[in-house]
């Protein structure tokens, strides 16, 4: 339980104060069960490089957890900071303009 708050304080300050000076590229969101949104960035993932950043931001804004993606044969896999494991379909994905050159470029992507 110590190492998930751990991260999940990590990225509360990812995501307020880091990213004032150098925002990620945010990639697209999935709207969740519980009316917020999963938000998939650019930025590297703290524990695992070769993995990006993502995070939940609730109804009111507030992150309320935290991990590393990988997006391969269509589905996007989150691995969440206590531990969980999903995966997303593209299908439910909002994606952002930058989205598809940034597909290009990310050398963990297999199609």
């Known amino acids: 339980m110590q190492t998930v708050t751990k991260w ?5 300050l990812m995501v307020s104060t880091a990213w ?3 925002p990620p ?5 999935i709207e969740n069960k519980a009316g917020g949104q999963i938000v998939f960035t650019s930025r590297p993932c703290p524990r695992e490089k070769d993995k990006r950043f993502v995070f939940i ?3 009111g804004g507030q992150v309320s957890a935290a991990g590393c993606w990988v997006y391969k044969d269509r589905l ?3 691995f969440w900071s206590d531990g969980d494991v999903f995966s ?3 299908d439910a994905f909002e994606p952002t303009p930058d989205f598809e050159a ?8 297999q199609s």
């Open 102 to 109: 940034y597909l290009e470029t990310f050398e963990g992507v």
């Open 57 to 59: 931001r609730d109804q």
């Open 88 to 90: 997303y379909d593209l």
């Open 25 to 29: 590229m945010l990639i697209g969101t």
């Open 8 to 12: 999940l304080a990590v990225a509360v």
């Open 20 to 22: 004032a000076k150098e």
């Open 76 to 78: 996007f896999w989150v």
